[in-house]
């Protein structure tokens, strides 16, 4: 079993910045895909970021590319997404996932665990 702990969202003005985590517990971290997911109000997930295991490989939706990056620390068991720039459109509760397949994956039906998720909010 793994556990996923996020934290790190908060409220924070349009242009800001932000650094949700993620860590995990119960199993071996370091050969698990981590994924971060977003639901904004009334709307479905969505796909923000992954990474695959060793940190080498990652993937992005095209509207936070250049401002979002993923990584993660192996050694802490936490994966990161340092947001930048952010916008109004940015407002949703962040999920992160993992997953021990070869991935990344970029669905969240590759996902077997989920975080409970953490709250950004954008103001302008």
């Known amino acids: 079993q793994v556990q996923l702990v996020e934290s790190g969202g908060g409220l924070v003005q349009a242009g800001g910045s932000l650094r949700p985590s993620c860590t995990t517990s119960g199993r071996t971290f370091t050969t698990y895909a981590m994924g971060w997911f977003r639901q904004a109000p009334g709307e479905e997930r969505e796909f923000v970021a992954a990474?695959?295991?060793?940190?080498?490989?990652?993937y992005y939706t095209d509207s936070v590319k250049g401002r979002f990056t993923v990584s993660r620390e192996n050694a802490d068991n936490t994966v990161y997404l340092q947001m930048n720039r952010l916008n109004l459109q940015d407002t949703a509760v962040y999920y992160c996932?993992?997953?021990?397949?070869?991935?990344?994956?970029?669905?969240?039906?590759?996902?077997?665990?989920w975080g409970q998720g953490t709250l950004v909010t954008v103001s302008s």
């Open positions: 996932a993992a997953d021990d397949k070869y991935g990344p994956g970029l669905t969240d039906d590759f996902y077997g665990y």
């Open positions: 990474i695959d295991w060793s940190g080498r490989t990652t």
